[in-house]
Every structure is written in C-alpha cells, then in structure tokens.
C-alpha cells in the first residue's frame, strides 16, 4: 500500500518541477585558521561574525542577511573526508559593487595582493581580483556597458 502511494506521488511530480525553496544562500571554506580568515572578510568586506566555536566561524554580512560565509579547520572531523586537509583551489567568490574603481583603490591601499589588474571586459564587466586567505580569489566587479562589436561577434548585435 505505500509503494503504491509513493508511486502515486513521484508520478504527479517531476523532479523538473520541484524547486527547492532554500532561506540562506551559504558557502563555507576550508580554513587553516577559521577566525582569522573571518576576521579578514570582516575587515575588508563587512561581515559580521555570528558563531565562532574555533574550528568553524559563521559571518553574515550586515546588508545581505541572507548571505552566509562560514570557515571551517580544514582537518576537522565535519569536513569530508576526500578533501579533508587540503588547500582551497579554483574557488572565486566575486562581489558586484557600485564603484568598482573606488573598490580597488581601498582594497589595494589596504596592502591587499591584487593578483589579477582592474580591467574592463567587453563583455560587460570591469573587475579586479585579490587573493584572499586560505586559498580564495576574490573578485569585485561592476557591470559596465558591452562593447557592441563584442556583442555582435558573439550573436548579441542587432
């Protein structure tokens, strides 16, 4: 009698139509050292640290509540197993921001390591990156206006 109603229920739905309705949109990362990493967001980028239990650090930032950025000791016990240990690689977080010159010279007076220039992008972005701890890039971006021969050599023109 169950299979039958379960059956009943899977057949009614796709897994195309579910979505799934989440609260928080959250990333952690693999940490040396949690606080520091945390305290290094805070100082730069305004996050604001909520938990700190030493081998995990949750931050929010004060004007996206619903933005989650924790660290976790990268040998902890909570962290999988297969990359337990490990150094963070290939992972960018990127924040769009109104003023992305302004941002680059704040974050590059403050001694931060500019690996990637500020540029601008034909396909509509002007951005720069740094390296952030344990790992990260960190890219901060604004959107521009594309260049139109860009957008008609890549089937957007008119």
Same mark, same amino acid.
């Given at each position: 009698?169950?299979?039958?109603?379960?059956?009943?229920?899977?057949?009614?739905?796709?897994?195309?139509?579910?979505?799934?309705?989440?609260?928080?949109?959250?990333?952690?990362?693999?940490?040396?050292?949690?606080?520091?990493?945390?305290?290094?967001?805070?100082?730069?980028?305004?996050? $604001? +640290? #909520?938990?700190? /239990?030493?081998?995990? @650090?949750?931050?929010?930032?004060? =004007?996206?509540?619903? *933005? !989650?950025?924790?660290?976790?000791?990268?040998?902890?016990?909570?962290?999988?197993?297969?990359?337990?240990?490990?150094? $963070? +690689? #290939?992972?960018? /977080?990127?924040?769009? @921001?109104?003023?992305?010159?302004? =941002?680059?010279?704040? *974050? !590059?007076?403050?001694?931060?390591?500019?690996?990637?220039?500020?540029?601008?992008?034909?396909?509509?972005?002007?951005?720069?990156?740094?390296?952030?701890?344990?790992?990260?890039?960190?890219?901060?971006?604004?959107?521009?206006?594309?260049?139109?021969?860009?957008?008609?050599?890549?089937?957007?023109?008119?």
């Amino acid at each position: 009698m169950i299979h039958i109603v379960l059956s009943a229920i899977v057949e009614k739905q796709s897994y195309r139509e579910v979505r799934m309705k989440f609260t928080l949109v959250g990333m952690a990362v693999a940490a040396t050292t949690p606080a520091t990493s945390a305290a290094w967001f805070a100082e730069h980028f305004g996050f $604001v +640290v #909520g938990i700190d /239990l030493g081998w995990y @650090v949750n931050t929010q930032h004060g =004007e996206h509540p619903n *933005l !989650s950025l924790d660290f976790v000791q990268r040998d902890h016990e909570s962290w999988p197993e297969a990359t337990r240990g490990k150094n $963070v +690689v #290939g992972t960018l /977080l990127a924040f769009l @921001v109104a003023d992305v010159d302004a =941002e680059y010279a704040r *974050l !590059s007076e403050a001694g931060l390591e500019v690996v990637k220039s500020l540029v601008t992008e034909p396909w509509g972005q002007r951005r720069f990156q740094i390296a952030g701890p344990d790992g990260l890039l960190v890219e901060v971006l604004q959107t521009v206006a594309p260049d139109p021969q860009w957008l008609a050599d890549n089937g957007f023109g008119a």
